[in-house]
């Protein structure tokens, strides 16, 4: 964070499930890339978690758990400010006042509150409503430039850019206006149970996704049970969503052209081209999990980088909220 001419970017994940090989290509590996272009920003949603039913324990376990897969996946606390997101308390002060200043009716028409409470309709409580709000305020508080959001956060982005152009509007120049960050390396990996969706950490089948915590045997034996289609080439084509998936992943992995992939494994059959993805996945994720389990390890070592980085982020926090405060008139 020393370098202030740099961008900031600025990135949350909530901690549930593990990081899956979907977010490791499609969001960890670009922050890894983010932290030496930007001044990042990566912290772990764990207020946001709390808007749906969970056991504290198993919370508390996860968070843990998942700071420790972010240092595992090469996120590192001297080039990016990593925390949790609760251990900042200027996230939640930031979202009173851009309560204050976000309309119900905006609220309501988000697409994921709707989903969500379909989802949870025993518990359609003010935070799930309010979550977006939460999300701009983390956003808003570190005058973030550029926001890496995939497809179904695209909306908050949009909510939290009127927030901010509002509120700038009402009080005077206030907040940068962030923009969204499309990465350039982004593949898009797909469950291995059904294809057509995208591989999600919250999948209650564990055959549908691989992450970096599991062990070899395991990696390797959700790819021989992964779903393939009809005939035995294999080939990038849209009636092939499951062989298209599988040579995206090694593709990806080897750091391959799916064209190279296809002519590595011509007149090979799907058995044991799915062997060979599974085997490329463990080799590639063995150091990562090794890390992961070294880091879990030494709580006292987690807790104290992580404190760390609520330090760092506070600061950084405090300088917005003291403007914000300010310029809606609290008293100092
Ligand atoms: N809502 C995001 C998700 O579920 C996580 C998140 C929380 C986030 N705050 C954020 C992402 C701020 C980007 C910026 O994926």
């Not at 309560?99 to 028409?109: A, D, L, P, W």
């Not at 430039?145 to 005077?172: C, M, S, W």
Request: charged share 25%.
């Amino acid at each position: 964070m020393e370098d202030i001419s740099k961008k900031i970017a600025l990135s949350g994940i909530q901690p549930t499930g593990s990081v899956t090989l979907g977010n490791y290509l499609g969001a960890v590996q670009n922050w890894r890339k983010m932290q030496e272009d930007f001044s990042s920003i990566f912290f772990i949603a764990d207020m946001h978690a709390l808007t749906v039913k969970r056991e504290p324990a198993d919370l508390r376990q996860a968070s843990m758990s998942f700071f420790a897969q972010l240092l595992a996946c090469g996120i590192d606390p001297e080039k990016a400010i990593v925390y949790f997101q609760s251990h900042v308390h200027q996230h939640a002060e930031l979202q009173w006042i851009l309560n204050c200043n976000t309309y119900v009716g905006e609220i309501s028409r988000m697409t994921q509150f709707k989903d969500k409470s379909a989802k949870h309709a025993d518990n359609i409580n003010m935070g799930l409503m309010d979550y977006p709000v939460l999300m701009a305020a983390d956003i808003l508080l570190f005058q973030t430039d550029l926001v890496p959001v995939g497809q179904d956060q695209k909306q908050h982005l949009e909510l939290t850019r009127d927030i901010a152009i509002r509120f700038n509007n009402r009080y005077g120049d206030t907040f940068k206006v962030p923009e969204p960050y499309i990465p350039e390396l982004g593949a898009k990996i797909c469950s291995l149970q059904d294809p057509l969706v995208k591989m999600s950490k919250s999948d209650p089948d564990p055959n549908a996704i691989v992450s970096i915590v599991d062990d070899e045997a395991t990696i390797v034996r959700r790819f021989k049970r992964a779903v393939t289609d009809s005939g035995n080439e294999i080939v990038v084509r849209e009636d092939k969503p499951g062989i298209s998936n599988l040579i995206n992943i090694y593709a990806a992995i080897e750091g391959k052209t799916p064209a190279d992939v296809e002519k590595e494994f011509a007149g090979q059959g799907y058995g044991s081209f799915k062997i060979a993805v599974g085997e490329a996945v463990a080799a590639a994720f063995k150091p990562l999990r090794d890390d992961y389990v070294r880091y879990l390890n030494d709580k006292a070592a987690l807790m104290e980088l992580a404190k760390k980085g609520a330090e760092k982020a506070s600061w950084l926090a405090t300088k917005t909220l003291r403007k914000v405060r300010k310029r809606v008139g609290l008293v100092e």
